[in-house]
């Protein structure tokens, strides 16, 4: 990852690469920054029959092939425009790679493309607005979560009686029977009371059913060690919450809208998904609250910067402390996403594994620093 450039707020630089003719950049705010250049007529020529092989290899015309109908014929099908278009999109691909290397801007996101000027014999005109990563000061990381470490102590992994207890109840309670209750009618008070009545006995025979136990103390014991895991798992991300929390607050940064706006499609898709996992559509989800997706957006937005801030940070930790993960570890990784998701595409699964792997190396080493 490079660094941000410092770009003048209307600096100029005209370039003799084949793939643009010129790229004027500009600063516009929250860390973006504004390209408006130019292709030359005879680069967008070049396209034209990459551009007719891409058309005509996704349109079909009865009485042809697949990728095999005749120039005139593809025309007098899609338009004149249509090809244009396609050319245009592919000269601007390699023209905005070729720009944000020559002018070393650090991109980050999807830009925002806009065409100002298409016509057949002419040059190609546009205006790419992209998010840059942010300038960022980190403060003294390696301090603060060793400040936090010492906040931990080996009490909270500890596993009392009173906790294997409520544990044991909630587990007779999953089990009480229900027969005679109407749910519906009844109070949460009432259903509760109703509970208690009846619930099993802790006998032997009640641990053989619910899991392979021999016997009361066997599943005493195993259930202690599995709390234990668990409070161990939870202490934990407590603890990584206070050390994130703590750096995030003494980090200063310019977010970029497209960063905040990624992590809140993310959590719309989530969120869709786990509404979808019980069954409910989610028009009808936000028929029933009484919201729309906006407003719904509005309420996650302060969780979508503070998550956004929080990967800017860990990966510019990353970076200067060179935290990453063994490319095999990542090969692994995104097998066992393809295995469990089937429909996963392996390039998106890959940039996954390798962030979640980072992040997990970068908290392992800020809880070992001193």
Do not use: C
Not at 329 to 335: K, L
């Amino acid at each position: 990852m490079t660094n941000t450039p410092n770009i003048d707020n209307k600096s100029s630089n005209t370039v003799t690469e084949k793939s643009y003719a010129s790229a004027a950049i500009s600063k516009t705010g929250k860390s973006q920054v504004e390209i408006i250049g130019s292709v030359s007529a005879e680069i967008l020529q070049s396209y034209r029959a990459k551009a007719l092989k891409e058309i005509n290899n996704s349109v079909t015309i009865d009485g042809f092939r697949k990728g095999m109908v005749p120039e005139n014929i593809l025309i007098g099908k899609v338009g004149a425009m249509a090809v244009l278009e396609e050319m245009a999109e592919m000269a601007l691909s390699k023209a905005y790679f070729d720009i944000i290397v020559d002018n070393k801007i650090d991109a980050i996101g999807k830009p925002a493309t806009q065409i100002t000027k298409l016509a057949e014999k002419n040059p190609l005109e546009f205006k790419i607005t992209t998010a840059v990563m942010p300038e960022m000061k980190l403060p003294d990381y390696k301090k603060i979560a060793a400040k936090e470490m010492k906040k931990s102590t080996a009490d909270e992994e500890k596993v009392t009686d009173k906790d294997i207890e409520e544990t044991i109840l909630r587990v007779r309670k999953s089990h009480a029977s229900h027969e005679g209750h109407d749910h519906e009618k009844m109070t949460p008070e009432e259903h509760e009371k109703a509970l208690m009545a009846n619930l099993p006995e802790l006998t032997d025979d009640f641990v053989k059913k619910v899991g392979d136990f021999k016997d009361v103390p066997d599943f005493k014991v195993k259930l202690s060690a599995m709390l234990a895991e668990q409070k161990k798992s939870e202490v934990k991300d407590k603890r990584r919450l206070r050390i994130a929390d703590a750096i995030a607050e003494a980090t200063k940064v310019e977010l970029p809208d497209i960063m905040v706006e990624s992590e809140l499609h993310r959590t719309e898709a989530q969120f869709a998904a786990d509404i979808e996992r019980m069954g409910v559509k989610m028009d009808d989800y936000l028929k029933h609250a009484k919201k729309t997706i906006e407003d719904l957006k509005k309420e996650w937005r302060p969780y979508a910067e503070k998550k956004a801030k929080l990967q800017l940070i860990l990966n510019s930790i990353s970076e200067s402390e060179k935290i990453k993960p063994e490319p095999q570890e990542i090969e692994e990784e995104v097998d066992h996403i393809i295995e469990h998701y089937k429909d996963a595409d392996r390039e998106s699964a890959h940039t996954y594994a390798e962030t979640v792997l980072t992040n997990e190396k970068v908290f392992q080493w800020l809880e070992k620093a001193e």
